[in-house]
């Protein structure tokens, strides 16, 4: 019981994988950010493409 104690102990005091956990959060909450501006911008990005090709299309057809 007493080795438990000690390695539990050990283990709540080693800070040897802090850095890395906050790196990894630090890189969920970018992703997160990118995430929800994901889809507002989707489907502005798509309306825009859209009338792009909709203004090309109109152009290269000849009158008539």
């Not at 929800?36 to 008539?64: E, K, R, W």
Request: glycine fraction near 10%; aromatic fraction near 10%; proline fraction near 5%.
């Amino acid at each position: 019981m007493n080795k438990l104690m000690q390695g539990i102990e050990r283990f709540w005091k080693d800070e040897e994988g802090a850095e890395t956990v906050e790196w990894v959060l630090v890189c969920a909450l970018i992703i997160a950010g990118f995430l929800a501006a994901y889809t507002p911008l989707s489907g502005a990005i798509g309306t825009l493409f859209d009338d792009i090709v909709t203004h090309l299309t109109g152009a290269a057809t000849p009158p008539g």
